[in-house]
């Protein structure tokens, strides 16, 4: 299992496009990906990621945890933080 707290850089935070990338990027893993803000989704699920409203400049915890975790992680927080060479 591996978790990192990454600030959210992204223009205009966590909306619709972004949600549904991370819901991509999660797909390809064989690892299971959460999001922890207020409470705990999963990165399969666009409306559940949005429901948490993360803003633009918050702090979440990223949590994957399977075989291919690292590599995971380094994508989905390329996409938090706006990293185009990540996704």
């Known amino acids: 299992m591996r ?14 496009r972004v949600a549904l990338e991370l819901a991509r990027c999660a797909a390809r893993y064989r690892s299971s990906a959460y999001l922890l803000g207020q409470r705990t989704v999963s990165l399969s699920s666009v409306m559940d990621v949005l429901s948490l409203a993360v803003g633009e400049a918050e702090v979440v915890t990223l949590l994957t945890d399977g075989l291919d ?19």
């Open 3 to 16: 978790t990192a707290n990454v600030t959210v850089t992204v223009a205009g935070g966590v909306h619709a």
């Open 69 to 87: 975790e690292e590599a995971a992680l380094a994508e989905l927080r390329g996409i938090l933080q706006d990293e185009p060479d990540q996704h």
